[in-house]
Nanobody
């Protein structure tokens, strides 16, 4: 069974840090693109960052550039999202997703597998 499981969310103060993890089971990331998305209450799901396992190229949306870092651990079949200098507007449910086709895209409809989501709350 293909599964993506997120962990590492929680409550943090403005300016704080969190590291999200996305562990895969039932398949290996190998040639996949893995993305992080988020959805705040009343808002549409938006792409945050994605990384290609084949060449480790990565992409970030402007709002998180310089604050978030996406990385991989191939041995653990896990993707991380290090989030620093968090702001209240980063508060959302964060999802990881995997895409079987190549290309760094953050269009949620282009992803094939999804985790269940994890809450990140940044207090002011």
């Amino acid at each position: 069974e293909v599964q993506l499981v997120e962990s590492g969310g929680g409550l943090v103060q403005d300016g704080g840090s969190l590291r999200l993890s996305c562990a895969a089971s039932g398949f290996t990331f190998d040639d996949y693109v893995v993305g992080w998305f988020r959805q705040a209450p009343g808002k549409e799901r938006e792409g945050v960052s994605c990384i290609s396992f084949s060449d480790l190229s990565a992409y970030y949306v402007n709002s998180v550039k310089g604050r978030f870092t996406i990385s991989t651990d191939n041995a653990k079949n896990t993707v991380y999202l290090q989030m620093n200098s968090l702001k209240p507007e980063d508060t959302a449910v964060y999802y990881c997703a995997a895409r079987t086709r190549r290309g760094l895209v953050l269009r949620w409809s282009s992803y094939d597998y999804w985790g269940q989501g994890i809450q990140v709350t940044v207090s002011s």
